[in-house]
């Protein structure tokens, strides 16, 4: 298996498992009154089914790309072309006149 979709299928765990300890922490702070809508429900293990699938997939997202942005390496050569002085004639203002009188 190439080492790009191990380091994604490692990030996506580890988001998953960021995101069950996020709603476990939604629910037992019982915030907007979670746990009292979740518990007293016919249907409230698909509200945290979707609850955790959802962060589930924004967690996943951020770690994988927090994962890829820190592997970039710090370039200390100059790469940005040539940084010569503008001469000064290149700056001189032009007087243009307008031809619309409206």
Known sequence: MPK????????????FAISAAFV???LSFNVANMWHLVTHSDIGWLA???????NGVVF???QFAITIMRMA???DDDHGGKRDDIPLRVLEPIR????DRS
């Open 48 to 54: 945290v089914l979707i609850l955790w699938l959802a």
């Open 4 to 15: 790009l979709i191990k380091l994604y299928i490692t990030q996506v765990l580890i988001g």
């Open 60 to 62: 996943s997202g951020v």
């Open 96 to 99: 243009v006149e307008s031809t």
């Open 73 to 75: 390496g710090k370039d």
């Open 24 to 26: 476990a922490a939604l």
